[in-house]
């Protein structure tokens, strides 16, 4: 079976290679280069990358073809991106670049090569099963829980899942630095990259105002509705945002609070006004429920409603108890069993039954 597997650079996609091929798959990696605006700067690691990955395919004596989305990426990602931030949400890239670049344009170029499977470096499983005489395919969470990327996998759909392979489901992120180490891939060690997907770890307010120009406008206190600062864009904060908010000095109301920090709350988009309210526990930044939209469920039916679930309203979070309390025109109305934290319009949340990702949509 000949399986394409997507090679970025770093250590878990070399493995991945690694274990198909000691698995006795015909393997091919595939690099995909997405970003071109400023491939030339301090930030964009491409060509450091494309050498890692030419270095462990020679190891690995596995042939290489080098592709290039950036068109796809800007086109089906990125403008999303930008239109989302203008909105005053705040997006996750990496989700619809998997969807749209690794499980869409890299898998369609991958069949076009002759592939049977694609595969990646994902944290994460997918199980087949039979079910009414069809074969249906289940997203897992990796046995891993500390690096489980399902999360970013759950726009996936059937037919992207039954072409797809996890190698590291089962496997221990510090388990696999060790099987690249013995196998003498240098990038055993290699550092994790973090950023945006394919544009890289980056100061992120200064990359946003090359695309979206600054709009200044009153920062107010919720409480009171005070004065107390300005921003240059709605679009460059977010829900719980704590840094950048400049008003560090301005008292609140509460004596024996006065000197806590301040959180962004909501956006006034219509007047340009970003509210902001003291302490991390303010009543604002808490939420019991949340709508979501733009709903993808793996199996192609809709999860029952008034069941338990467990749900995450953004990654860095533990799996939260919920309920779906209603699945009406392409929302799902989510309760969770304690507040939640700055829940964030744009971000996702995405529903679990034990360890098996439904999928989920955008919070509006």
């Not at 489901?169 to 990259?193: C, P, Q």
């Amino acid at each position: 079976m000949k399986v394409v597997v997507g090679m970025s650079g770093g250590v878990d996609s070399a493995v991945a290679a690694l274990l198909l091929k000691q698995q006795g798959y015909e393997v091919t990696g595939l690099f995909m280069k997405n970003w071109e605006d400023d491939d030339d700067d301090e930030y964009c690691s491409t060509r450091q990358d494309l050498i890692d990955v030419v270095s462990v395919c020679d190891v690995l004596g596995i042939d290489l073809e080098v592709v290039n989305f950036s068109k796809e990426y800007k086109d089906r990602v990125f403008a999303d991106f930008l239109r989302e931030y203008e909105a005053g949400r705040t997006p996750n890239p990496d989700i619809l670049c998997n969807s749209e670049i690794k499980f869409k344009a890299f898998l369609d170029h991958a069949v076009d090569l002759g592939a049977d499977k694609i595969a990646t470096g994902h944290y994460a499983g997918v199980c087949a099963f039979e079910n009414d005489g069809r074969t249906e395919f289940q997203l897992l969470k990796a046995d891993d829980g500390t690096k489980d990327q399902s999360y970013f996998l759950y726009r996936l759909n059937q037919a992207q899942l039954s072409k797809a392979i996890f190698p590291l489901g089962n496997i221990y992120k510090r388990e696999v630095r060790e099987i690249a180490e013995r196998a003498g891939l240098h990038v055993a060690t290699k550092k994790d990259s973090t950023g945006i997907c394919f544009i890289g770890e980056r100061p992120f307010r200064e990359f946003l105002m090359r695309y979206l120009p600054t709009k200044p406008g009153e920062i107010r206190a919720l409480d009171d509705n005070r004065l107390i600062g300005e921003h240059q864009g709605l679009m460059y904060h977010t829900i719980g945002q704590r840094k950048g908010l400049n008003i560090g000095g301005i008292k609140g109301n509460d004596v024996a609070g006065e000197h806590e920090a301040w959180y962004v709350a909501a956006k006034d988009m219509q007047a340009n006004v970003l509210y902001a309210v003291q302490g991390h526990d303010h009543p604002a930044l808490q939420r019991e429920r949340l709508i979501a939209a733009d709903l993808n469920w793996i199996s192609g039916r809709e999860p029952r409603t008034q069941w338990v679930y467990a749900a995450k309203p953004r990654y860095r979070t533990s799996d939260q108890p919920c309920s779906i309390d209603a699945l009406a025109d392409g929302r799902a109305e989510i309760g969770f069993a304690a507040p939640q934290w700055a829940v964030t319009p744009g971000q996702s949340v995405v529903v679990y039954e034990s360890r098996v990702c439904l999928g989920g949509g955008i919070i509006l």
